[in-house]
């Protein structure tokens, strides 16, 4: 306990610094109704006054109900009042929705049968997406889910802007070695506090925080492609995930499936962060 107190110190110094140094009023935080987005709200009510963070939450047409709710939940826990701002305009206007028909009528549960079979209709869809792979419709796929984490962005930093505050990510470090992040979009920030921290590390970290057991022990889900989780996606459990990690970093070599996975995903999404092309200035 006391190791978790110290590193939540430490990240809380480096929340206020980064707003103190570079002179920031304030942070605005996206909060989806997940883990990660919990405790980095966790994190900066300690390091900050309440009025000077403003949590937004962003739905859209698709969201998950359960989602907005919990984002809700969380931000009256923790003693923020959120703005919502739905994003379904801005995602109709850009084109969005044509690439698929709306599912206002459908069931919840229906939508999630669709959205597994079509996911279990490919071999390893979670490379194909970190390599930008795919048949047409695989492709549409993508441009739909990752054009709303970019429209999101765009709102955060808006709202950020107009107020001189600093937009604040929640990305950890097992989601950023392994892919789980949208090029543009939701790494597009200006502070990451718990980058450095491994999923099971951020739940470690959230029961110290006081984060509600219902987000705890709620399946983490980008909430893009109805009824798929993380650790589906991955192939593998978190647990498993970190491990892995853990002893990777070390230098410690590990046989079997699982490390094979990890190390191909490693590479995929290495591949993958190519940011942009240019010549280099002639003589």
Not at 7 to 17: C, G
Not at 92 to 117: D, M, T, V
Not at 259 to 273: D, F, G, N, P, Q
């Amino acid at each position: 306990m006391r190791e978790i107190e110290k590193e939540v110190s430490r990240i809380v110094d480096f929340i206020r610094k980064c707003v103190n140094d570079y002179g920031f009023r304030g942070a605005v935080l996206g909060v989806s109704g997940g883990i990660d987005s919990a405790v980095v709200l966790g994190l900066l009510i300690r390091a900050l006054d309440r009025d000077r963070i403003l949590a937004l939450i962003l739905p859209e047409r698709d969201s998950s109900k359960r989602s907005l709710r919990d984002a809700q939940r969380v931000c009256k826990h923790f003693g923020v009042v959120p703005q919502v701002y739905s994003i379904t305009g801005a995602l109709r206007a850009l084109g969005a929705y044509k690439l698929f028909p709306p599912a206002f009528l459908i069931p919840e549960k229906l939508k999630q049968i669709y959205a597994r079979n079509r996911w279990n209709r490919y071999e390893d869809p979670y490379i194909m997406d970190l390599l930008n792979e795919g048949d047409e419709l695989f492709l549409k796929g993508l441009a739909y889910y990752r054009v709303k984490h970019r429209v999101r962005m765009c709102k955060l930093y808006m709202e950020a802007e107009k107020r001189k505050y600093c937009v604040v990510g929640t990305t950890n470090r097992t989601e950023q070695l392994l892919g789980l992040y949208v090029k543009w979009g939701d790494d597009s920030v200006d502070i990451e506090p718990i980058m450095h921290l491994y999923k099971v590390e951020v739940y470690e970290m959230a029961k110290y925080l006081g984060v509600p057991t219902y987000i705890i022990e709620k399946a983490p889900t980008p909430d893009l492609v109805p009824g798929i989780v993380d650790e589906e996606a991955f192939g593998l459990t978190y647990a498993e995930i970190d491990s892995i990690l853990m002893d990777l970093e070390k230098g410690i070599e590990r046989e079997g499936p699982a490390v094979e996975r990890i190390k191909k995903i490693i590479t995929s999404t290495k591949l993958r962060e190519l940011k942009c092309l240019h010549l280099e200035r002639g003589e």
